[in-house]
């Protein structure tokens, strides 16, 4: 069977992304590496180790193989982790063709090249016509029959069609948007803020400090995704102010988790195993503060949070600190500039 | 364009330029005829009086009520006039009285030259001049070879001096290349030598003073067509020479948007050699001849671009041999950089022609004029992405392909120890001031320049830049010494002087023309110093 839409990746939100696609009457194929999750899915459409017993649309067939995903079809949408993104990329650049449109709907960055999916796409397969997915979009919510939306951003036109044709629905609306830099660096740095917010509700604070955090997190990531060539209007929209609203906030959200676990006095290491997920936001803390460096932009909330990641100094004292920093301009022109008589 | 070649291309030319008027139906018509007697009109009024132009004008009122009166009919035909005439124009527009006028006031050296009967003559003659050892051809020149056969060669290099076309004419010849068909403004014909060298490269000729949106496609169109033909083409993509001295890093893509529509054209027509293959090159002085020029252009904010210089030390034959002399005392070389050939969608060629991916895979460009999973379709906004993606891959291959020579070293070091001395004073304050208290010490620039040349030394291994063999084996005081003597040699004040132990930054103006060729490198902690 030739698929309209191929989602790569058979995590959460890999499934879901198959989920809306089949809804939509698309032939989906979905490419998982676990032979067993595989199974699973193509006998009782279900993906137990992710989203439990819910019943997922008929119209997935899951595949083990690549190329049979990839070969021809349409619409690609990549949703692995970032740190395997490469990899599969290569792999799947062996079937695929310019004509293809592909989408990338990860939230991170590559660790060592600081490059954004969509980059990494670029430079290892053929394809051009490549965009990115990213929103306030929690995966358990959405599998509930829970509405939602999204943004679709890409500097082809093609790329914005042919996803609303496959994903936009009731369920699920598309936004579509130019500033593709700037929807892959929102929803990447965002998961950092999103850490720094399970910490604060891990310490017991309530809602002044978390919208603290997000109203001076969302002004640090923009103050770096510009400079790095986003559109600040962008942190405004779904991709930066409406995905940190639901990921600060939620105990669905993997890096609130994170930071709250964290805060608790757990090691990092002891969050993760019982997450049983990736964390973009732990990878993407030290290649924001890498790309801070480079580009000379203050981000204290990301510090903060490298520094209650690596476990040597407690949450109190570091929130402590953020406190002590001197008053500043809100609307910071010149961020160095601080308030004094 | 080869003669057999010139009445083909200009009814191609026309058909398309009026079938695109013509698609949007009678107000378009009218709207592009309008347009075209405004600009025109505007066009001879702007230039000198004379007899000639009130006859122009005449001329051009009768169009207009043509226009007025007439039908559909009507106006498509005096289009068809319009587009016709400047189509020819476009092909083959070389006034012999201007030319005649020019020879006349070269000094003998070069006119001996000159008068040389054929343009194939002058190329035998031109070693005489002792330039031919100074041009320096390298890079991926075996690789760009071994493509000319396959396809069609689209040469786009870098743009700092009308001299370009001389060294890339002279260049590409020795190497072995035909000629490239090339776009020239009218202004470079005021130099007669370098109208020789025009007509060798197979030149047409672009009339900047001409405005009217329907010129400009005629030009964009005659490219494409002259592409399709597989006419070898050369564009300079950042249009005209970079006026900060910068290597282009916002390139103008209408020209370089010619080869997708090439391509699919070809390709739909099933021409047997339907491929192009853009070359990227860097063009890399000791010594900028129009350098003062270029400038004070830059800096006057309003000009900028758009100002067009009719007349700049090129236009000057004193000037252009003072200059050449220059480079001959100097033992300097021009370097012509060859970057791997790309496909018109930024992809690496490799030398069989075949478009290739990072794993080298081999990748089927006609796909991406396909709609996702179906058939060619027409799409010109997908297509001009797709030159935006091609565009980057230039910006980055011509800071690889640069060449770095003592000049822009030093004034590099000498513009950053400036810049620190004054931490808290703007572009212009800097460039202003220059008391005697302001000179540096001839031992911190020494070092300072070695500390620049460490970190360039550390980019040339890692591929990022090319270095010139005195930036490479020279250290800082000897690079500084020789540095001052470059700019001596040619510049009516050189960027700096010295003074015993101390050096002054003499023209500041210059000084920071030489050193922008180093933006775009993360050298030093200010950068890019744009007047912005």
Known sequence: MQADVAVLGGGSWGTILAHLAAHNGQRTALWMRNPQACETLNATHTNPRYLGETPLAEGITATTELGEAVRGTPVVIFCVPSKASRAVARQAGEFLTGDQVVLSATKGLEPESFHTVTELLRAETCALKIGAISGPNLAKEIVRGQPSATVVASRFHEVIVRATEALHSSLFRIYGQDDLRGVELAGALKNVIAIACGAAAGLGFGHNVRAMLVTRGLAEIQRLGVKLGADPLTFSGLAGVGDLLVTCGSELSRNFRVGRGVAQGKTLAQVVEELGEVAEGVNTTHVALALASREEVAMPITEAVKDLLDGKVAAQEILQDLMGRAARYEIDFDYTAEVSA | ?????????????????????????????????????????????????????????????????????????????????????????????????????????????????????????????????????????????????????????????????????????????????????????????????????????????????????????????????????????????????????????????????????????????????????????????????????????????????????????????????????????????????????????????????????????????????????????????????????????????????????????????????????????????????GAEDESLLFGDLARRCDGVREQLLQLEAAGRVRLSRRVRSLDGGDLVVHALRSWGTYHTRPALSRRGDRIDATDRNLLLYYRNRLTGYGLGRREPCKQT
């Open chain 2, 1 to 433: 364009m080869r003669a057999e070649d010139q009445n083909r291309a200009v009814a191609e030319v026309v058909s398309r330029v009026v079938g695109s008027v013509t698609k949007g139906g009678s107000q378009s018509l009218e709207r592009a005829l309008a347009e075209t007697i405004y600009h025109e009109r505007k066009r001879i009024e702007r230039g000198s009086s004379s007899r000639s132009r009130a006859k122009q004008l005449s001329a051009w009122d009768r169009r207009r009520s043509q226009l007025v009166r007439g039908s559909d009919t009507v106006r498509r035909r005096v289009l068809e006039d319009l587009v016709t005439r400047f189509t020819r124009e476009v092909l083959g527009n070389f006034d012999p009285k201007v030319h005649a006028m020019a020879t006349r006031a070269v000094p003998f050296g070069l006119s001996a030259l000159l008068h040389a009967s054929s343009p194939q003559q002058l190329l035998h003659r031109f070693p005489q001049l002792g330039l031919d050892d100074r041009i320096e051809v390298n890079g991926a020149v075996d690789h760009a070879r071994a493509l000319q056969d396959k396809g069609t060669l689209v040469c786009v290099p870098t743009h700092s001096s009308n001299l370009d076309s001389i060294v890339l004419g002279y260049g590409m010849h020795e190497q072995g290349f035909p000629p490239l068909l090339y776009g020239a403004g009218l202004n470079l014909f005021k130099n007669p030598l370098v109208g020789y060298f025009m007509r060798n490269l197979g030149a047409y000729t672009v009339d900047r003073r001409k405005t009217a949106p329907i010129y400009k496609q005629v030009l964009k169109e005659y490219a494409g067509v002259a592409l399709e033909f597989g006419y070898h083409s050369l564009f300079f993509p950042g249009g005209t020479r970079s006026r900060s001295g910068e290597i282009e890093t916002k390139l103008k893509l209408g020209l370089l948007g010619t080869t997708i529509p090439a391509f699919a054209n070809s390709l739909a027509l099933k021409r047997p050699k339907p491929r192009l293959f853009v070359v990227p090159m860097v063009l890399s002085y000791e010594l900028v001849l129009e350098a003062e020029t270029l400038i004070d252009d830059h800096l006057q904010a309003e000009g900028k671009a758009r100002y067009i210089i009719t007349d700049d030390e090129f236009s000057s034959p004193l000037r252009v041999f003072q200059f050449m002399r220059g480079i001959l005392e100097l033992d300097a070389r021009i370097y012509l950089t060859l970057l791997p050939p790309r496909d018109p969608f930024g992809n690496p060629v490799d030398e069989e022609g075949r478009s290739v991916d990072a794993s080298g895979r081999e990748i089927d460009i006609s796909r991406y004029l396909c709609a996702a999973g179906g058939e060619p379709a027409d799409d010109p906004h997908r297509d001009q992405e797709y030159t935006r993606e091609l565009g980057q891959h230039l910006v980055a291959d011509y800071l690889r392909g640069n060449t770095v020579f003592p000049t822009h070293l030093v004034a590099f070091s000498a513009f950053s120890a400036l810049e620190e001395m004054h931490p808290q004073r703007d572009l212009y304050r800097l460039l202003r001031s």
